[in-house]
């Protein structure tokens, strides 16, 4: 079964798991489905993170986020442009522009994920996603809510971006067609050739010409010393359950793990109260010591230690018992695209959620702090249970964390876990969606009530087996018009 931000997304990974191929081949070809089906969250122009685990295989987390650019370039570059985006209960500030752009690991992650467990050619992976690119895609109104919500950045892009997203000076919008033969050849190179034109050839060059005439940081050198990283995951015990989630210097899993150590010590179900606080006093561990620390080797142990006392994401899990986690993002996405490819590029250098000590900071190389914590949970016999993810940049960790409680200690179905009502902590102010008693969880902040459910929340795919009868079952977040497929 796969479960995907897009119904189309979650078919074209069933497929693949129909005619032979596994969990991670059926991630693969979803991630690259997804980057026609979601075009502006994800794409070959951002970075991720996979976990793979199950079926005897050594659990592994492959580290294919965005890292700082600026190794060929001077001291000088061209300002991020912010723009504001309308949750429609929260307002968010997001940067664009050449400037934003930080050194992509997409291609690089599939690359090397296809090669270390993929069993099906990539060639074959890409091409569905390379047709649905030449043909066309009808976009849904959850995606068209994305593009209207970014429509600010879109139209303040370049000509190349606008030309993709905005043709004719509008902004695209449900019911439309998304379509680029550019960008259908781009997928095919990389089912051709893998992620070598990407980071050392024609490919490479046109990104680093494109960016750096625009004011950007991003050169040569730092694509052509970019590889994809397995590293081991980060382990939390949570109510007889192990969950396995992403290790520094990735920050949400460290957080996330951290989160369900303290609830473990509950004997019962969390109440949303207790919920909200553990939000609340994790966030505020968030310090700039803290995101210094998170490169440092042995930061995971001492941090665990010292306080234990988009985006789109892919979860799929096979009849082997193999599961695979993978979270993309271009972050908001930067507004560039470069002319000739379809390559929409990230704007992770302009996240404010991913630079918390300041724009411009980072060495060159160093993968930024990310959010995204693509998670599995083992049951008592230690056999995947549940495989899970978020989209929702600062969300993603707070998302996950309340599926978990939810279908560990409330017994739900993967389907009723993610659409169950959900609150968020940070920066003082508790926001809830309805359903969530607002009034309980003031203590962790200042109430912040939307009317409906919303992205903002995050966007969490999941599949789950039944550990008596072997079943699947799974579910994808209606926040973002998500689905899950079974083979």
Not at 143 to 155: D, K, V
Not at 169 to 176: I, T
Not at 386 to 391: I, W
Not at 433 to 457: H, R
């Given at each position: 079964?796969?479960?995907?931000?897009?119904?189309?997304?979650?078919?074209?990974?069933?497929?693949?798991?129909?005619?032979?191929?596994?969990?991670?081949?059926?991630?693969l070809?979803?991630m690259?489905?997804?980057?026609v089906?979601?075009?502006?969250?994800?794409?070959?122009?951002?970075?991720?993170?996979?976990?793979?685990?199950?079926?005897?295989?050594?659990?592994?987390?492959?580290?294919?986020?965005?890292?700082?650019?600026?190794?060929?370039?001077?001291?000088?570059?061209?300002?991020?442009?912010?723009?504001?985006?309308?949750f429609?209960?929260?307002?968010?500030?997001?940067?664009?522009?050449?400037?934003?752009?930080?050194?992509?690991?997409?291609?690089?992650?599939?690359?090397?994920?296809?090669?270390?467990?993929?069993?099906?050619?990539?060639?074959?992976?890409?091409?569905?996603?390379?047709?649905?690119?030449?043909?066309?895609?009808?976009?849904?109104?959850q995606?068209?809510?994305?593009?209207?919500?970014?429509?600010?950045?879109?139209?303040r892009?370049?000509?190349?971006?606008?030309?993709?997203?905005?043709?004719g000076?509008?902004?695209?919008?449900?019911?439309?067609?998304?379509?680029?033969?550019?960008?259908?050849?781009?997928?095919?190179?990389?089912?051709?050739d893998?992620?070598?034109?990407?980071?050392?050839?024609?490919l490479?060059?046109?990104?680093?010409?494109?960016?750096?005439?625009?004011?950007g940081?991003l050169?040569?050198?730092?694509?052509?010393?970019?590889?994809?990283?397995?590293?081991?995951?980060?382990?939390?015990d949570?109510?007889?359950?192990?969950?396995?989630?992403?290790?520094?210097?990735?920050?949400?899993?460290?957080?996330?793990?951290?989160?369900l150590?303290r609830?473990?010590?509950?004997?019962?179900?969390?109440?949303?109260?207790?919920?909200?606080?553990?939000?609340?006093?994790?966030q505020?561990?968030r310090t700039p010591?803290?995101?210094?620390?998170?490169?440092?080797t042995?930061?995971?142990?001492?941090?665990?230690?010292?306080?234990?006392?988009?985006?789109?994401?892919?979860?799929?899990?096979?009849a082997?018992?193999?599961?695979?986690?993978?979270?993309?993002?271009?972050g908001?996405?930067?507004?560039?695209?470069?002319?000739?490819?379809?390559?929409?590029?990230?704007?992770?250098?302009?996240?404010?959620?991913?630079?918390?000590?300041?724009?411009?900071?980072?060495?060159?190389?160093?993968?930024?702090?990310?959010?995204?914590?693509?998670?599995?949970?083992?049951g008592?016999?230690?056999?995947?249970?549940?495989?899970?993810?978020?989209?929702?940049?600062?969300?993603?960790?707070?998302?996950?964390?309340?599926?978990?409680?939810?279908?560990?200690?409330?017994?739900?179905?993967?389907?009723?876990?993610i659409a169950a009502p959900?609150?968020?902590v940070e920066?003082?102010v508790?926001y809830?969606?309805?359903?969530?008693?607002v009034?309980?969880?003031?203590?962790?902040?200042?109430?912040?009530?939307?009317?409906?459910?919303?992205?903002?929340?995050?966007?969490?795919?999941?599949?789950?087996?039944?550990?008596?009868?072997?079943?699947?079952s799974?579910?994808?977040?209606?926040?973002?018009?998500?689905?899950?497929?079974?083979?």
């Amino acid at each position: 079964m796969v479960a995907a931000g897009h119904p189309q997304t979650a078919a074209v990974g069933a497929q693949v798991l129909r005619e032979g191929g596994n969990a991670v081949d059926a991630v693969l070809a979803s991630m690259l489905a997804s980057w026609v089906l979601e075009p502006l969250l994800t794409g070959p122009g951002g970075g991720g993170y996979m976990l793979v685990a199950g079926a005897g295989t050594e659990p592994t987390l492959l580290d294919f986020f965005v890292a700082a650019p600026g190794a060929d370039a001077g001291a000088t570059h061209a300002e991020l442009l912010p723009i504001e985006v309308d949750f429609g209960g929260a307002r968010q500030i997001f940067n664009c522009g050449p400037a934003s752009c930080g050194v992509s690991g997409t291609p690089a992650g599939i690359a090397a994920a296809a090669e270390r467990w993929g069993v099906v050619p990539l060639a074959d992976l890409a091409a569905p996603a390379a047709q649905l690119a030449r043909d066309g895609i009808r976009i849904n109104a959850q995606q068209g809510y994305i593009f209207e919500i970014l429509a600010g950045l879109l139209l303040r892009g370049e000509p190349a971006a606008q030309e993709l997203f905005a043709p004719g000076g509008r902004v695209l919008r449900a019911g439309d067609t998304f379509r680029s033969d550019d960008f259908a050849d781009t997928i095919e190179r990389l089912g051709r050739d893998g992620a070598e034109p990407f980071y050392r050839g024609d490919l490479a060059d046109a990104v680093v010409e494109h960016v750096t005439r625009g004011g950007g940081l991003l050169g040569t050198t730092d694509l052509a010393a970019y590889g994809a990283l397995p590293r081991e995951p980060v382990r939390a015990d949570y109510h007889g359950r192990q969950v396995l989630t992403n290790p520094p210097p990735s920050a949400g899993g460290i957080l996330l793990a951290l989160a369900l150590g303290r609830l473990d010590a509950l004997d019962r179900a969390p109440r949303p109260e207790e919920l909200a606080a553990v939000m609340r006093d994790v966030q505020e561990l968030r310090t700039p010591a803290f995101t210094a620390g998170l490169a440092e080797t042995g930061f995971l142990q001492r941090f665990l230690a010292a306080n234990l006392g988009s985006t789109t994401h892919i979860s799929a899990l096979d009849a082997d018992g193999l599961a695979c986690s993978a979270t993309c993002s271009n972050g908001t996405s930067s507004g560039v695209v470069v002319p000739g490819t379809g390559i929409h590029l990230n704007n992770i250098m302009g996240e404010e959620d991913l630079n918390p000590l300041g724009f411009f900071r980072d060495p060159p190389g160093l993968r930024m702090p990310s959010m995204m914590s693509p998670t599995v949970v083992l049951g008592a016999d230690g056999e995947v249970e549940l495989v899970l993810g978020s989209a929702g940049s600062n969300r993603i960790r707070s998302a996950i964390l309340q599926v978990v409680v939810n279908v560990v200690d409330h017994g739900m179905s993967a389907a009723e876990a993610i659409a169950a009502p959900r609150l968020h902590v940070e920066g003082g102010v508790a926001y809830a969606e309805p359903g969530i008693d607002v009034a309980a969880i003031a203590g962790a902040g200042s109430p912040a009530p939307f009317t409906e459910q919303n992205l903002f929340f995050g966007g969490v795919q999941a599949v789950e087996r039944d550990a008596v009868s072997g079943l699947l079952s799974g579910a994808g977040d209606p926040r973002r018009g998500g689905a899950a497929v079974a083979a």
